[in-house]
């Protein structure tokens, strides 16, 4: 299996239940040793635990000392990375805040802590050496709704920062909303890579465009547009066209009726219908 991670970006690392996920991120992390083949991180060998310096990692099920406080494990590990007193108190509130644990829970023992406020304290000492490279292994595990929207918040800061991010999830909506290139893993073995725009258009397959309008009916743009799927829908209709210049036709039809545009998007596969594709080849 042959990867490169461009940086400044947030890379998707998907796969189904043993494909090899998390026995990658740990090979990267040199928690297990690989029989065979070579990694880099940052242009160093994986081997080189200086390089560790300049990175952050969050496991999918982070355990941490049970009679610690959050305020104090972060302190602790800021320690490690040498920072200074009142930069461990300043980095403390900051990411303890960015990840949305509540002040009033910052010194309480982490054995009182839910799943997902373990994975909150998890994210934040990730970053509290303000890493250049982030592994999050199931980021969002535990996570109620507000939570995974704050977290997916947070890794979209941290590319705009110019983080790079290693992404491992099984929620593919967040790969979605959040990556700029994935990587699927089938059985240990790269399946697919690249662009996730890219790898959503079905290469060979003539480009669909899904038009959404409003005002006008179906029956009055089904007399005056061929070669297109209509469809009614209250208070307007949904088209589907693959010639770019019906899209101009079909404006002008609405404008001239009294309708307005919703929307124009290509239609393109799923990601969860690209994963099963995966799933299913031999």
Request: glycine share 8%.
């Amino acid at each position: 299996m042959t990867l490169n991670v461009e940086g400044g970006q947030i890379f998707g690392f998907l796969g189904g239940n043993g494909a090899g996920k998390t026995t990658t991120i740990k090979i990267l992390m040199s928690l297990i040793f690989p029989s065979a083949g070579n990694a880099k991180i940052l242009g160093e060998d994986i081997s080189n635990t200086k390089m560790h310096s300049r990175i952050g990692y969050c496991p999918e099920n982070p355990y941490f000392y049970d009679y610690l406080k959050a305020s104090e494990l972060m302190n602790y590990f800021g320690e490690l990375f040498g920072l200074d007193a009142a930069k461990r108190k300043r980095k403390t509130e900051e990411l303890l805040t960015k990840v949305g644990l509540d002040e009033k829970d910052w010194n309480k023992q982490l054995r009182k802590f839910s799943k997902g406020m373990l994975q909150r304290v998890g994210i934040a000492q990730c970053l509290i050496n303000e890493p250049e490279l982030v592994f999050l292994d199931e980021p969002m595990s535990g996570l109620d709704p507000i939570g995974r929207r704050e977290i997916r918040e947070l890794i979209a800061d941290l590319r705009e920062q110019g983080t790079t991010v290693f992404m491992s999830t099984h929620i593919l909506s967040d790969i979605e909303a959040l990556c700029d290139n994935v990587a699927i893993l089938q059985k240990g073995k790269l399946a697919h890579t690249g662009n996730l725009d890219e790898l959503l258009t079905k290469t060979g397959e003539i480009q669909v465009f899904e038009i959404n309008v409003k005002g006008v009916s179906a029956d009055i743009l089904k007399n005056r547009i061929n070669d297109a799927e209509i469809f009614s829908k209250p208070n307007g209709a949904n088209i589907h066209v693959s010639n770019e210049t019906d899209i101009d036709e079909i404006l002008k039809i609405t404008r001239e009726n009294g309708g307005k545009l919703v929307s124009v998007q290509p239609v393109r596969q799923s990601l969860e219908d690209l994963f099963v594709e995966v799933k299913n080849e031999k």
